[in-house]
């Protein structure tokens, strides 16, 4: 994480909101779903219970010192290493931050925790609201998404609809695509089909271009994107970042250091985050760039993706 921070990380770049200061109020991999295709890997505590994770003020006071020292961020996003709707005071962080900044709130979340009037109302304290769903059906979304046994697609869908007729924000719907799972013309349909019931403001496309929770998640091609995205129409767009490494042209000094670790053995993403310091989500934007570049390879072994630095 950031040096000296516990709860904050970044800023980082995001295709979406720009430079974004994380801030992370959930403990790794406690979440509703266990996806897939989570970069940071397999759920460890799948829950539907909202607990006071971290305490609020000390995340205001690391928030305080950021802003102290001169912040510049397009967005603050609370996301990171979980589902951040669990945190049963996610209202009163928000509240938090407005009243010490005026840069907007942006939330990332899968969604699930919407049925509820609690998390409701906490989110639409937001600015901007980024929700998931990434199936049209029962079936597709226990194949992909594979929920805590008390979510439904059919709850998921209520609270997504329930808020986005109370929420004044912006709501941005993510739909991520893996090839052979949900992305033929059928599954595309009835997707479509519950973003039209739903109303967001955006509707974005990501697929897998970072390391997955599982082995073999295929990633589906821009092309293929562009053609889903024109066919579900209503203000879709693709954000899998495979620009990068068009856009990118020198490796910064924390891709380096990460270089130089994978360079003396392999390493877990875990590992890279506690010898380094830095959060998982900002630890995978340099990975990625470094994969993209062709620095590093991965393999996976006893179920743990480990990554390390390619032979020149």
Not at 106 to 120: E, F, K, S
Not at 124 to 150: E, I, M, Q, W, Y
Not at 222 to 240: D, F, N, P, W, Y
Not at 287 to 305: C, F, V, Y
Request: charged share 30%.
């Amino acid at each position: 994480m950031t040096e000296g921070k516990k709860y904050l990380y970044g800023p980082v770049p995001s295709r979406r909101l720009g430079l974004s200061l994380g801030i992370d109020i959930v403990p790794l991999k406690s979440c509703t779903l266990d996806c897939v295709y989570c970069q940071l890997g397999k759920t460890t505590d799948k829950t539907i219970e909202r607990k006071d994770y971290v305490p609020i003020k000390a995340v205001l006071t690391e928030l305080k010192d950021k802003l102290n020292e001169g912040l510049k961020a397009d967005f603050i996003t609370i996301s990171g290493s979980g589902e951040p709707t669990l945190h049963l005071r996610l209202g009163e962080l928000i509240e938090g931050i407005k009243k010490i900044t005026d840069i907007p709130v942006a939330i990332m979340t899968n969604g699930t925790l919407l049925y509820r009037q609690d998390v409701r109302t906490d989110c639409a304290k937001a600015d901007v609201v980024v929700p998931s769903l990434d199936a049209g059906d029962a079936n597709t979304f226990r194949k992909v998404n594979r929920p805590h046994k008390d979510i439904s697609i059919e709850k998921l869908v209520d609270g997504l609809c329930k808020f986005r007729k109370e929420f004044s924000g912006q709501m941005w719907l993510e739909v991520f695509l893996i090839e052979g799972l949900n992305t033929d013309t059928a599954e595309i349909d009835k997707i479509k089909e519950l973003i039209q019931r739903i109303g967001p403001d955006k509707v974005q496309l990501n697929t897998a271009v970072r390391p997955t929770a599982e082995a073999g998640v295929k990633k589906v091609d821009a092309e293929k994107l562009g053609t889903i995205a024109s066919r579900i129409g209503q203000g879709c767009e693709v954000v899998a970042d495979f620009l990068s490494r068009h856009t990118r042209k020198h490796i910064d000094s924390k891709a380096e250091d990460i270089l130089s670790m994978l360079k003396r053995r392999p390493c877990s993403l875990n590992d890279i985050c506690s010898g380094l310091s830095i959060h998982p989500d900002e630890a995978l934007k340099y990975i990625t760039e470094l994969r993209e570049q062709g620095a590093i390879n991965s393999e996976e072994k006893t179920g743990k993706i480990f990554f390390k630095a390619s032979c020149r």
